[in-house]
C-alpha cells in the first residue's frame, strides 16, 4: 500500500498534476484556438501566393509553441502534427502550391485532433487540513526516547504525534501533514518498508523531510537512506535534546525559503503550469513571455534559479544562458533548460553554454519539480557552507560583496539611493586577550543578532575582517544609515558581558556611512568612503557614528551647526548633545537666554544653526522671550525651533506656535521620541509645515 493509499479521500500528487494540467487547459484553451487561426491565416495566404515572410515567421512561432504544449495537455498526435507544421514553415526553400495543401490539410487534422483526443480532466483535489509549520511526526516504539522528546519538544516551539509503527503514521499524515518527521530505521525490524517510506514522503509535493536515527557504523543503511531521499542521519544514544536541535535545523532551513525562480519561455501556458506545479513546493516564480526583457526581470528580482525554454524569437535561452554565465554576478546561479529538441547535439550545446540541467518537453510534474528542488536544495547547502561566516551566521566577504553589488546595480538602475555602514568592534584584541577569545567570539555573535534586529530583511549584512561588519542599505539616505547604526550602538554599549571567570565587561563599537552617489559610485569607492568616516568617528570618542564627508571640528570653523541645544539642566544637555553627535549632527550647546539672542542676531550672527532646541526656563531672558525675538528679526523664517517646557498650558502652546515654532514637547520625555522630531525637522524642506 502506497502512502497516497493510506490517505482515504487525499488526493494523489499525479492527480493533483492532472487536476493542474486540466485547470491552465480550460483557461487558455482560446489561446491554443487563436495558434491554430493563425496556421490557417497562413495557409490561405500561401494557396493564393501571398504569404509575406513576416507571416511566414509568426506562423513558425505558433506551430513551435502548439508543439511544445499539446503533449503536456494531454494531445500527443497535435503536438507532432504541429511539430511538422513548423518545420515545413521553418524551412529555407520557398512554398509552393503542393506545400500549401499539405499544410492544409495537417492544420485541419490538427484542429480535429484536440477535438478527438481531450483528455478527461481530473478531480479536483479534496482539501487538507492545514500545517501548522512546526509539527513533528516521530516514529519509533522507544518509550524513553519519546517520554523525553514530548517533554523537550514545547520549549522548541514544536508541536509532536507518534507513532509506533509505520500504519500508525500513515494514518497521521492523512489527518494532519508534519512539517518534518523523526524515523527510527530500526522500528519493528521493517528496514525494506522504512526505506520506501522514507522515499514515498521524498517524493511528495511538497516533500515531507526525514531525519533518521540509525546506528554509528551502520554504513549501508546510510547509503540506502540517502538514495530514498532522507534528509540527514542521527545516530542511536544522541541526547532527546540534540534531536531536536537537529529537527529545529531543519525546519530553519526550510524557513529560508521561498526560493525564487525566474522561468522564461514565450508561451504564456507553460509560464502558468510551471507557476502551478512549483507553487505547492514554496516556491515563488516570476514568469517572462519576452527574453529581451529577461536581464531587466533578472536585475531587480535576483532569482534563486533559472528556468530557460531554448527556442525562443530574437533571443533563445542557449544565448541568454551564455550571457548569465558571462557576467560575474550571476555566473553561478543554478539554469535549468525546457526543450522539445531531445538530439544529442541539442543537449550538448545546452551543457556546453553552461546549463546545469534540462526537462523534456511536455512537462512531468514529478520530474520537473524534483529536479528544480534537488538544484535547489544544493545550491543552498554550497552557499550555507561557502558564503557564511561560520561564527556569526552572516554572510562572509565574499558573498556579501556580491549582495552589495546587487544592490548597488539596482539604486543606479531605478535611481534610488544607497547607503553602506562600516562597524568595528572597539579593541577586540584587548577584549580576546583580556577576557579570552570565547568572550570575544561572544561579542561578535551578540553584535550579529543586534544587526539582524535592527536592520531590514532586504539589507544585506556581512562579516567582512575580524572585527568589522558591513551593511548595505537600499533606498535610505546618509541620514538614515547614521540613525540605524546610532540604535546599533546603542544597543551594544548597554549590552553587558561575562567572561569565563565571571567578570562583567561592556563593549563600544564605531561606525561610518557612505551614500551612493555621493561618496562614490562603486562599492570600492564606497566601501573607503565609508571606512574614512568610521576612523573619524573613532578618533572622536567610543560609540560614535560619523558620515562621510564629515569634517572635524567644522562647528568651530564654519559657526554653522545642525543643531543648537538651549538648555541650562547639563545632566540632560550633556545626554541629548551624546546622542545628536553619536547620529553624526554638528551640535553648538548654550546656556543663557540673552547669549543665545546675541549669538543668533544681529548683522553678523556667530552661530547659524538649522534647528534650536529651545528650552522655556532659562537664566537671562526665558525660551518665550528669545522666541520672541528670533520672530522679530526673521530668524524663525530661517532657523526652526522646537520648544522645551516643563509645563503644558493649552496658552503656551498656542504661543510658542504663533510665536513660529515648528514643534513643542514637554518634559519630561523620550529622548528617541525628540531625536525623531528633530529628524523630521531637519529632514522637512523649507516652507513647508
Known amino acids: 500500500m502506497t502512502l497516497a493509499d493510506s490517505q ?3 488526493t494523489r500528487p499525479q492527480d493533483q498534476v492532472l487536476a493542474l494540467v486540466a485547470q491552465i487547459w480550460e483557461q487558455g484553451k482560446d489561446k491554443i484556438v487563436a495558434r491554430i487561426d493563425t496556421l490557417d491565416q497562413a495557409t490561405i495566404e500561401l494557396l493564393g501566393g501571398r504569404l509575406e515572410a513576416g507571416m511566414r515567421r509568426e506562423a513558425e512561432r505558433e506551430a513551435h509553441k502548439l508543439a511544445g504544449s499539446l503533449t503536456t495537455f494531454g494531445f500527443p498526435e497535435g503536438s507532432r502534427l504541429a511539430r511538422d507544421i513548423e518545420q515545413s514553415f521553418q524551412a529555407d526553400s520557398p512554398l509552393g502550391p503542393r506545400d500549401a495543401l499539405h499544410l492544409s490539410e495537417k492544420v485541419v487534422t ?8 481531450a483528455t478527461q480532466p481530473a478531480s479536483q483535489p479534496s482539501s487538507r487540513p492545514p500545517s501548522t509549520g512546526s509539527r513533528l511526526l516521530i516514529i519509533d516504539d522507544d518509550r524513553e526516547v519519546i517520554d523525553r522528546l514530548s517533554a523537550d519538544a514545547p520549549a522548541k516551539g514544536l508541536d509532536t504525534e507518534f507513532a509506533s509503527n509505520l500504519a500508525a503514521a500513515r494514518e497521521a499524515i492523512s489527518r494532519q501533514r508534519p512539517a518534518v518527521v523523526l524515523l527510527n530505521l530500526s522500528i519493528l525490524g521493517a528496514k525494506a518498508e522504512c526505506l520506501a517510506f522514507i522515499e514515498e514522503l521524498a517524493r511528495g509535493n511538497p516533500p515531507i523531510p526525514v531525519l533518521v536515527r540509525t546506528p554509528m557504523d551502520a554504513t549501508l ?19 532527546p535534546p540534540l534531536l531536536l536541535d537537529a529537527v529545529c535545523g531543519v525546519l530553519g532551513q526550510k524557513e529560508t525559503l521561498p526560493a525564487k525562480v525566474l522561468a522564461v519561455d514565450d508561451d504564456p501556458q507553460i509560464l502558468d503550469l510551471l507557476k502551478g506545479l512549483l507553487d505547492p513546493s514554496g516556491a515563488r516564480i516570476m514568469g517572462v513571455s519576452h527574453p529581451l526583457e529577461f536581464w531587466n526581470a533578472l536585475e531587480d528580482y535576483a532569482p ?4 530557460l525554454d531554448v527556442d525562443m524569437p530574437e533571443a533563445s535561452g542557449i544565448e541568454l544562458c551564455r550571457a548569465i554565465r558571462s557576467d560575474p554576478r550571476w555566473s553561478g546561479l543554478p539554469v535549468v533548460f525546457l526543450t522539445s529538441q531531445r538530439d544529442p547535439e541539442t543537449i550538448h550545446q545546452l551543457f556546453l553554454a553552461g546549463a546545469d540541467d534540462y526537462v523534456s518537453k511536455p512537462l512531468v510534474g514529478d520530474e520537473m519539480v524534483t529536479r528544480v528542488l534537488n538544484r535547489l536544495e544544493r545550491t543552498r547547502l554550497l552557499r550555507s557552507s561557502g558564503e ?20 548597488l546595480g539596482l539604486a543606479q538602475l531605478h535611481s534610488q539611493s544607497f547607503c553602506l555602514g562600516i562597524v568595528d568592534v572597539d579593541s577586540l584584541a584587548e577584549i580576546n586577550q583580556i577576557h579570552g577569545y570565547p568572550a570575544g567570539d561572544k561579542v561578535l555573535r551578540r553584535l550579529a543578532q543586534f544587526l539582524h534586529g535592527v536592520f531590514r530583511s532586504e539589507d544585506v549584512t556581512g562579516r567582512w575582517d575580524g572585527p568589522q561588519f558591513v551593511i548595505g542599505m537600499y533606498g535610505m539616505t546618509k541620514a538614515d ?10 544597543s551594544m554599549w548597554w549590552e553587558v558581558f561575562t567572561n569565563a571567570g565571571g567578570f562583567k565587561f561592556q563593549v563600544s563599537c564605531g561606525a561610518g556611512v557612505a551614500e551612493y552617489p555621493a561618496n562614490g559610485t562603486d562599492l570600492t569607492a564606497l566601501s573607503q568612503s565609508a571606512h574614512q568616516a568610521l576612523m573619524q568617528a573613532k578618533s572622536q570618542g567610543p560609540h560614535r557614528v560619523l558620515p562621510a564627508g564629515w569634517l572635524p571640528g567644522q562647528e568651530a570653523l564654519s559657526q554653522k551647526v545642525d543643531v543648537l541645544l538651549v538648555d541650562d539642566d547639563e545632566t540632560l544637555s550633556s545626554l541629548l548633545l551624546h546622542a545628536l553627535e553619536n547620529r553624526g549632527y554638528t551640535t553648538r550647546w548654550l546656556q543663557d537666554g540673552l547669549e543665545t539672542v546675541e549669538a543668533l542676531g544681529g548683522a553678523n550672527p556667530t552661530i547659524r544653526a538649522s534647528l534650536v532646541l529651545l528650552d522655556v526656563d532659562l537664566p537671562g531672558l526665558d525660551g518665550i522671550g528669545v522666541l520672541r525675538r528670533m520672530a522679530r528679526e526673521g530668524i524663525v523664517g530661517q532657523t526652526r525651533v522646537i520648544m522645551v517646557t516643563r509645563r503644558t498650558s493649552e496658552e503656551e502652546v498656542l504661543t510658542c506656535l504663533e510665536l513660529g515654532a515648528f514643534d513643542h514637547i514637554s518634559k519630561p520625555f523620550s529622548v528617541p521620541v525628540l531625536l525623531q522630531r528633530i529628524k523630521g525637522a531637519l529632514r522637512m524642506p523649507k516652507g513647508d509645515v
Do not use: W, Y
Not at 481 to 490: D, F, I, M, N, P
Open 481 to 490: 544609515g547614521v540613525e540605524r547604526l546610532s540604535q546599533l550602538l546603542e
Open 110 to 117: 490538427l484542429r480535429q485532433a484536440l477535438e478527438r483526443e
Open 388 to 407: 557564511t561566516d561560520a561564527l556569526t551566521g552572516l554572510s562572509n566577504r565574499q558573498q556579501s560583496a556580491r549582495s552589495l553589488d546587487q544592490l
Open 304 to 307: 534563486d534559479l533559472v528556468i
Open 8 to 10: 482515504g479521500e487525499e
Open 221 to 239: 543503511d546510510r547509503v540506502q537512506v540517502a538514495k530514498a531521499g532522507g534528509r540527514g542521519f542521527l545516530p542511536h544514544g544522541l541526547p
